[in-house]
Nanobody
Framework: QVQLQESGPGLVKPSQTLSLTCTVS??????????WNWIRQPPGKGLEWMGV???????YYSPSLKSRTSISRGTSKNQFTLQLSSVTPEDTAVYYC??????????????????WGQGTQVTVSS
């Protein structure tokens, strides 16, 4: 079974770039038919899909975040990364990586995705 683990700084200053890594075990991000997603949940709000990278390296982004978001494969074989630039306090959230069998952009419920990391809290504050 695929397991995912997010890592990165828990505190980012406004206007800086948030960088997170998702490390995958029990599966490969370059084979199979899994899609590798980044999803976040601001305090008191619902899940928000941010973007996804496929096993072939294609990337899709949420239109509302596209101008600030970059998702790519990591330097290690089974890692993928998220960068969110020009952050504001509104970007404070728990950030998750998750797998899906296809392109699922409406993250209305966690059940739509197959496996999740435990999530990492990121706070944007000076």
């Amino acid at each position: 079974q695929v397991q995912l683990q997010e890592s990165g700084p828990g505190l980012v200053k406004p206007s800086q770039t948030l960088s997170l890594t998702c490390t995958v075990s029990g599966g490969s991000i370059t084979s199979g038919n899994a899609y590798w997603n980044w999803i976040r949940q601001p305090p008191g709000k619902g899940l928000e899909w941010m973007g996804v990278i496929t096993n072939s390296g294609d990337v899709y982004y949420s239109p509302s975040l596209k101008s600030r978001t970059s998702i790519s494969r990591g330097t290690s074989k089974n890692q993928f990364t998220l960068q969110l630039s020009s952050v504001t306090p509104e970007d404070t959230a728990v950030y998750y990586c998750a797998t899906s069998k296809g392109l699922i952009t409406a993250a209305t419920t966690k059940n739509l995705y197959e496996s999740w990391g435990q999530g990492t809290q990121v706070t944007v504050s000076s």
